[in-house]
């Protein structure tokens, strides 16, 4: 009889075990943060000089709201992606300047993304998360002691692989050709100026070079803010799921 007891109660912690396990394997963990480094493209002027990315670093932090409770066959759930704080940054470096070689670039972009997302939980706590989503972004930029930013529409898609808590994931960023609005004097100014710190004076001799002749009577345009520049590139990210 007692062997019939405890054969019974091992059934039954078994059972109540494979349940706690199975909850935990379906667990979609639906909260994320992302740390990365950025790919950025290359900047190329109107006046031919090109820079290329030397640094760039990607943190955004967001959730998943899935669209139904339980996952499809027990593996694949649909939902929509909010991610509330995306954060860019990239610093540039002269490759072919002919004019002036210590000029650097810093550009940074805040935006958040929203969009559809496919969830696969393939096995065990292994989980495939694919996305595309909308990223409405503020873009800045900063060289030579001046600022300018601009709004742009971005698009991202990507993916990451997770087990538990833990995974990787890269993303595709792309964004329309634009412009930088330069801002005037200010508080702003002055407190990126102290937080990267001033270039030398040349670099403004560089500036009044390359626009003089191609503004013909009109307001002249810094080269670094002109209008064909391509926001574009790829992030590869480690993922922490909630």
Known sequence: MKKTLLVILAVLCG???MAQDEKAIKTRRPKYVNLGYVLQQDVTLETGEVLKPEFGATLNRGRTYYLHKRPIAKFLSFGIDATWI?????????????????????????????????????????????YGRFAPTFALRYVDKKVGGNYASMFVAGGNLSFGFFGVGVEYRKGPKMGYKEFGGGKLKGVID????????????FVSRATEGSTEG?????????????????????????
């Open 86 to 130: 995306d954060l860019n940054y990239a610093m540039y470096k002269p490759h072919k300047f002919m004019t002036y070689d210590e000029t650097s670039l810093h550009q940074a972009e805040i935006a958040m993304q929203v969009g559809p997302s496919i969830t696969l939980t393939p096995a065990k706590r292994l989980q495939l998360h694919l």
């Open 218 to 242: 009109t307001t002249e345009v810094n080269p670094f803010f002109s209008k064909n520049n391509l926001l574009e590139g790829m992030r590869v990210y480690i993922t922490f799921r909630f």
């Open 194 to 205: 102290n937080i990267i710190g001033g270039e030398d004076e040349p670099t403004e001799a």
């Open 15 to 17: 059972l109540s075990a």
